[in-house]
C-alpha cells in the first residue's frame, strides 16, 4: 500500500509552523502599512490608534478548541504560539518607524460554526482586535468572514484553501494556501506515474466545505487524467459508522481510495478500514495523516502484510 500526501513526509510540523510564521509576519506588516493612514483619519473596528498607545497589536482567534475539531485546534493554536513568540523575541514586527508587540486573544467556539461567527464578532466589537485569524478550515472561515469584511477588519484565513471562501470580493480578507486544485492534480499525475495499475479510483467525503471541495477537485483531476472515479458519495458530519459505505467501496476493486474530512473522522474510517480488511494499492487521507494515531495503524499494517509504505501528510483545511 502506498499512503499518499500532499506535504513532504521529511518536512517536521515544526518546519512548516516556523514557515506560516514568517509568512504571518510579512502579511501583518504589509496590511498594517496600507490600513495605516485609514486607522489615523477615521479608525476602524480594529481600533488602532488605541493599540499604537501601547505599542502592542491585538490578534483574534477564534478556534474550536473543544468539540470534534479540537486535535486542529491544538495544532493551529501551537502555529500562532510559535509566531507570536518569534515575532516579540525580534522585538515585534516593523510598521513605519515603529515595532509593535504581538498579543493574541483565543476563543473557543466548540467546532461549531454559528458559534465562530459570533465569536469574531464579540473579539472585534468588545476586546479591541485589530487584526483577526479566521476560525479552522474553509466553512467556518467563510461564514466568520462577514463579519470581518463588515468592520473592516484585515483578516488571515490561514486553514481555509476552498476557491468559494476568496470569490465574495471581500478586501480584508486573505489567505495562505493555494487552490485546491493545485494539489490534487499534481498528486494524480505522481500516482498515475508512480503507480500505472491505480485504473480506478473511490472517493468518500465529509459534507463540509472544504472536505467536499477538495473531493470535487479530485474527481476533475482524475478524470483529466484517465481515472476512472467508480464512487463518489458524502458522509454526514458527525458520523460515526462508515461499514456500508466502505463495504460498496471495497466490492468496487479500486486501486486508489481518497477519503476527505478532519483528524477525527480520517482515524474512524481508517480503523473501520482496517476491520473490513481493505486492500487499497493507494490510499489518500485528507487532512491531518501525521497524527500519531494513524501512524500507530501504519505500523499494525506493516507488520501484517509487509506492504510498502509512504508516510505523508494532507492539507488540513
Not at 500500500?1 to 504571518?24: C, H, N, V, Y
Not at 518607524?97 to 486573544?105: N, R
Request: net charge positive; aromatic share 8%; hydrophobic share 45%.
Amino acid at each position: 500500500m502506498i499512503w499518499s500526501g500532499l506535504t513532504p513526509a521529511k518536512e517536521s510540523f515544526w518546519m512548516i509552523q516556523s514557515r506560516i510564521a514568517s509568512r504571518i509576519t510579512s502579511w501583518v506588516a504589509r496590511s498594517a502599512r496600507l490600513l495605516l493612514p485609514m486607522w489615523v483619519v477615521v479608525g476602524c473596528g480594529a481600533q488602532m490608534p488605541a493599540a499604537a498607545a501601547e505599542d502592542v497589536i491585538r490578534f483574534g482567534a477564534p478556534l474550536p478548541m473543544t468539540g470534534p475539531l479540537a486535535p486542529e485546534a491544538i495544532k493551529q493554536q501551537q502555529g500562532y504560539d510559535l509566531w507570536a513568540e518569534q515575532a516579540n523575541k525580534a522585538g515585534g514586527i516593523s510598521i513605519g518607524s515603529k515595532k509593535y508587540k504581538v498579543e493574541i486573544v483565543y476563543t473557543d467556539y466548540q467546532s461549531n460554526t454559528p458559534r465562530a461567527v459570533q465569536a469574531t464578532e464579540q473579539m472585534i466589537t468588545q476586546d479591541n482586535i485589530n487584526f483577526m485569524f479566521g476560525p479552522f478550515g474553509s466553512g467556518a472561515a467563510k461564514a466568520a468572514s462577514t463579519v470581518s469584511e463588515k468592520y473592516k477588519v484585515p483578516t488571515l484565513a490561514a486553514t481555509a484553501s476552498s476557491v468559494q471562501v476568496y470569490d465574495q470580493g471581500y478586501k480584508y480578507l486573505f489567505g495562505t494556501f493555494t487552490p485546491n486544485d493545485t494539489l490534487t492534480t499534481p498528486l494524480t499525475q505522481i500516482i498515475k506515474e508512480k503507480v500505472p495499475s491505480v485504473k480506478k479510483v473511490a472517493i468518500l467525503a465529509r459534507n463540509d466545505l472544504f472536505p467536499l471541495a477538495i473531493a470535487q477537485e479530485m474527481e476533475k483531476s482524475a478524470k483529466a487524467n484517465g481515472i476512472e472515479v467508480v464512487y463518489f458519495e458524502k458522509y454526514a458530519i458527525g458520523t460515526l459508522d462508515h461499514s456500508a459505505a466502505l463495504s460498496q467501496i471495497k466490492s468496487l476493486a479500486p486501486q486508489w481510495i481518497f477519503i476527505t474530512g478532519y483528524i477525527n473522522d480520517l482515524l474512524l474510517v481508517r480503523k473501520q478500514m482496517v476491520d473490513q480488511q481493505m486492500k487499497e494499492a493507494v490510499m489518500t487521507m485528507i487532512a491531518g495523516s501525521r497524527l500519531s494515531g494513524l501512524h500507530r495503524i501504519r505500523r499494525r499494517e506493516r507488520r501484517e502484510n509487509h506492504q510498502r509504505v509512504l508516510v505523508a501528510s494532507g492539507r488540513a483545511v
